[in-house]
């Protein structure tokens, strides 16, 4: 068997490589749409004094929302002398899951795309290459079916904590009712939303990919040889001659 590098880029016309390429974009997307994410969002206190006062939160990857500071120092609001004030919540482990899986799936995806164009015919000569192939692309439909659906409920509690009700928990002036509090300026978290639907966008296209891998596999083509092999063995019944 011949080791050498083959370009060839009819595999990609294929199912087995087109859908290669569809996921190294979505994987993309998916860890691209939320790992540089900022935002700042401004909080309102309407006092009943009639005094208006103003607290800002910027907030960015990977989500330690309890390390960003709401309130600094002892300061005064609406009559209530308020600590030091940080957001509630930790969310990056949610995050950097799904971010550590979409890096991993990208870099497998090249590293796949890489045998497919120039090493496919090791690849079809070959049964452990189709066959970690499957065991590796079955593992990662079921690892973003996890990662998404956690950060699906990570980004939730973050839309909460770093909203009105969020922030109005967290602030003593807004809790004992003396002022009234809203928030008047949000970071648009549209990018986050978009990675959560990549994110199950690629559940989708590596499950799919799984069955054109098991496809090439000897698990696929023994199942195909006996069922061919049962079809002949069963050919058409004799019928008994009469004496």
């Known amino acids: 068997m011949q080791m050498g590098f083959r370009l060839n880029f009819s595999p990609i016309k294929e199912p087995l490589g087109f859908i290669k390429v569809v996921e190294w974009l979505t994987a993309v997307l998916a860890f691209a749409s939320c790992g540089g994410y900022a935002g700042r969002n401004v909080f309102s206190l309407s ?10 939160a ?6 330690r929302l309890n390390q960003v500071v709401l309130v600094e120092g002892n300061i005064s609001l609406c009559n209530h002398t308020v600590s030091t004030t940080r957001l509630v919540g930790d969310f990056s482990s949610s995050v950097e899951f799904f971010v550590a899986v979409g890096v991993l799936a990208f870099l497998y995806c090249t590293a796949a795309l890489i045998v497919y164009l120039g ?4 690849y079809q000569d070959s049964d452990f290459g189709p066959m970690f192939d499957f065991v590796v692309t079955a593992s990662f439909a079921f690892l973003w079916l996890v990662c998404s659906s956690a950060w699906a409920r990570g980004l939730q509690m973050i839309k909460f904590a ?3 009700e969020g922030i ?3 602030l003593q002036p807004c809790r004992s009712s003396s002022a009234t509090c809203r928030l008047t300026e949000s970071s648009s978290m549209r990018t986050l939303d978009i990675s959560v639907v990549f994110g199950f966008l690629n559940l989708i296209v590596w499950a799919c990919n799984a069955w054109f891998v098991y496809k090439e596999t000897r698990w696929h083509s023994r199942k195909l040889s006996s069922q061919q092999g049962a ?5 058409p019944a004799q019928s008994p001659t009469h004496m």
Do not use: E, K
């Open 58 to 63: 910027a907030f960015r990857y990977p989500f």
């Open 119 to 122: 090493y496919m015919h090791v």
């Open 162 to 164: 770093t909203g009105t």
């Open 47 to 56: 006092c009943d004094s009639g005094v208006n006062q103003t607290l800002s």
């Open 168 to 170: 109005s928990a967290t």
């Open 231 to 235: 079809g002949r063995g069963r050919g």
